[in-house]
Nanobody, 126 residues
């Protein structure tokens, strides 16, 4: 069974940093495009960042450009989301998800991602 597990969330002050990890079990992430999404209370799930299968192409939501960086480590079968200069509005549950190369042609959007993790809470507050 394909499973994704997020880790690295927590409570951080505004301006601080966190690094989220997305680890896979039961399959290798090398064959998939990976996305990071987030959902705040009362809001719809939104795309934060995506990375192509090769890692050569990345996408970021306008709200996180210049602050977040997505990367992948094949040796560790893990994808990361480095989050710097965090703001209170970044508070949400963060999810990673995987999809095929073919599906990813439709873009970094929630509906094209098939496999999801359970999420990790990120809270930015003083």
């Amino acid at each position: 069974q394909l499973q994704l597990v997020e880790s690295g969330g927590g409570l951080v002050q505004p301006g601080g940093s966190l690094r989220l990890s997305c680890a896979a079990s039961g399959f290798t992430l090398d064959y998939y495009a990976i996305g990071w999404f987030r959902q705040a209370p009362g809001q719809e799930r939104e795309a934060v960042s995506c990375i192509s299968r090769s890692g050569g192409s990345t996408n970021y939501a306008d709200s996180v450009k210049g602050r977040f960086t997505v990367s992948r480590d094949s040796a560790k079968n893990t994808v990361y989301l480095q989050m710097d200069s965090l703001k209170p509005e970044d508070t949400a549950i963060y999810y990673c998800a995987a999809t095929s190369v073919r599906q990813y042609r439709m873009g970094c959007v929630v509906d094209v991602f098939r496999y999801w993790g359970q999420g990790t809470q990120v809270t930015v507050s003083s």
